[in-house]
């Protein structure tokens, strides 16, 4: 069975900086392509950042140069580092991890980031 734990979201004031942490299990390392998403208020949920098994990288516009995706292969473990935050970036953040092998994707339940001006 999958499972996601996501943990490290939080308050931050714009300007700061948040890591985000989601550990992964049910899939094998190299077969795992996670991402992360996020979701405000009232809003769809968007895709942010995407890392594949092999560690290739992608970001939406709106936090490219602020956000960095990684992937720690031997814990299955992938991050988000949030910095120079902004109070656009208050939604709820929900990793993802797509089995490559399997064809499965399982999500995490969501971890509150609130950005103060």
């Known amino acids: 069975q999958v499972q996601l734990v996501e943990s490290g979201g939080g308050l931050a004031q714009a300007g700061g900086s948040l890591r985000l942490s989601c550990a992964v299990s049910g899939i094998a390392a190299q077969a795992v392509d996670m991402a992360w998403y996020r979701q405000a208020a009232g809003k769809q949920r968007d895709l942010v950042a995407r890392i594949s098994p092999s560690g290739s990288t992608s970001y939406a516009d709106s936090v490219k140069g602020r956000f960095t995706i990684s992937r720690d292969n031997a814990k299955t473990t992938g991050y988000l580092q949030m910095d120079s935050l902004k109070p656009e970036d208050t939604a709820v953040y929900y990793c993802?991890?797509?089995?490559?092998?399997?064809?499965?994707?399982?999500w995490g339940r969501g971890t509150p980031v609130t950005v103060s001006s």
């Open positions: 993802n991890a797509r089995d490559t092998i399997a064809l499965t994707s399982s």
